[in-house]
Nanobody
């Protein structure tokens, strides 16, 4: 059974850092790209970052480029999101998911097996 569990969220002040983790179970981890998305109250789920199955390629939303870094550890079936210089507008519930198809890394419809999310709150 495929399952994703996010952790590492919390309450921080603007300018501080957090590192999110996504732990996977199941046999498909090493063969699929993975992504992080976020959803703030009253807003649609939006793309944050994605990483290829090998970890060699990564993609970022313009709003987080230069501040966030996505990485993966295939041996331990984990994906990470290092978030630096956090801003109040980064406040959201953060989710990880497997990319199962489609042309765009940014489209949440191309992802499946979503975790429950981890809350990130950035105070000003």
């Amino acid at each position: 059974q495929v399952q994703l569990v996010e952790s590492g969220g919390g309450l921080v002040q603007a300018g501080e850092s957090l590192r999110l983790s996504c732990a996977a179970s199941g046999p498909i981890f090493n063969s699929l790209a993975m992504g992080w998305f976020r959803q703030a109250p009253g807003k649609e789920r939006e793309f944050v970052a994605a990483v290829s199955w090998s970890g060699a390629s990564s993609y970022y939303a313009d709003s987080v480029k230069g501040r966030f870094t996505i990485s993966r550890d295939n041996a331990n079936k984990k994906v990470f999101l290092q978030m630096n210089s956090l801003k109040p507008e980064d406040t959201a519930l953060y989710y990880c998911a497997f990319r199962i198809g489609g042309d765009l890394y940014t489209n949440p419809n191309n992802y499946a097996f979503w975790g429950q999310g981890t809350q990130v709150t950035v105070s000003s």
